[in-house]
């Protein structure tokens, strides 16, 4: 049976280096009480890495996860080289929606063309947030018509022409639908989160399908494999397959399974479709494999690693 679950958004933030996703997403964190009141955030959510500032490009560093009133909201992690073959698609394939974040004065850089082409040829519908609102030198109107103008570049078909937009000062924690609103706190974005970016669906007794688009390594549970519930259910003590991209098929089990929780990982006992997990239990799974029910392993296609690296768009 197809279930919606109204409950969860899954995203990710597309964002040129210094436009302050890092900003925007410890704001989120700390306005939807992830950290106790007398908790810092000690380390900044997200480190930019070298390589990924070289690039210009960012989309996330971290998983991380905000509990907004009764919604979880998944923002997705993308690896540091996030250019190479398909790694951007399993990446998007995760989420329905991207927020792109874009500096008011700064506006559109043309290195985040890649992903955003990438997240408007899978027709997922982004959110501009036009940040840094606060700046003296902000320009928002003529931002808004860059973006445009990059949108119509980049082929979107006209009803992705008809983006959301949110002005937003990260560093002060407010977020505005219009220019003219008083600033008051994030609401606004977490509210436009909330209806513009489709609630996962999908049918929770199907036969498992979860296909890995990242892995982490813990020191304690050792290697992590990272992905979307695309159908069925997983449980912690489940006897699993994993579909190899050769096509043969693995024994697995299940043992640890997690979700996000702000920037932790917390262990779980089940997950269903749309939420976004961390399993461990096999030493050498890695990204574009499917975790499958052992009665009918089926893999979702991988996403071809020959495709263009990003510097060929530049
Ligand atoms: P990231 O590279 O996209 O993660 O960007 P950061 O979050 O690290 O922000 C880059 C710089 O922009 C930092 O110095 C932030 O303090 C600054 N910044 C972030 N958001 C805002 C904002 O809303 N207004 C202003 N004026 N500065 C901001």
Redesign the pocket.
């Known amino acids: 049976m197809e279930t919606v679950r109204n409950e969860l958004r899954n995203i990710a933030i597309i ?1 040129h ?8 997403v410890d704001a989120m964190l700390k306005q939807t009480g992830i950290f106790r009141a007398n908790e810092k955030v000690a380390e900044r959510v ?1 480190d ?1 890495n070298d390589l990924e500032r070289e690039k210009g490009i ?1 989309i996330l560093s971290k998983n991380t996860s905000i509990q907004y009133r009764d919604t979880r909201i998944n923002i997705v992690d993308t690896p540091g080289h996030a250019d190479f073959g398909g790694e951007v698609e399993r990446i998007l394939k995760m989420v329905d929606g991207v927020l792109l974040l874009v500096d008011a004065y700064e506006g559109p850089m043309p290195q985040t063309r890649f992903v955003l082409r990438k997240a408007l040829s899978m027709r997922l519908k982004p959110i501009v947030v036009i ?5 003296k030198d902000a320009r928002p109107a003529e931002v808004i018509d860059e973006i445009l103008d990059l949108f119509i570049e980049l082929g979107a078909d006209e009803s992705l022409l008809d983006f959301p937009v949110v002005y ?5 924690g407010y977020a505005k639908l219009s220019l003219s609103d008083e600033p008051k706190n994030l609401e606004p974005l977490f509210q436009t989160i909330l209806e513009y970016v489709p609630a996962p669906g999908g049918d929770m007794d199907a036969p498992l399908q979860l296909l890995v688009s990242s892995i982490d390594y813990d020191d304690y549970i050792g290697r992590i494999a990272i992905g979307r519930i695309e159908r069925g259910t997983i449980t912690r003590d489940q006897q699993a397959v994993i579909c190899k991209r050769d096509g043969s098929i693995q024994n697995m089990k299940i043992s640890t399974l997690q979700s996000f929780l702000g920037l932790k990982r917390i262990n779980i006992e089940s997950a269903t479709i749309g939420d976004i997990v961390a399993v461990s239990g096999i030493s050498d799974i890695t990204i574009g494999e499917t975790i499958c029910s052992k009665d009918k392993p089926e893999p979702i296609p991988f996403v071809d690693i020959d495709e263009p690296t990003i510097s060929m768009y530049f």
């Open positions: 964002a280096v210094d436009h302050g996703k890092t900003t925007l997200l930019s960012t940040n840094k609102i606060d700046r937003a000062s990260a560093r002060d």
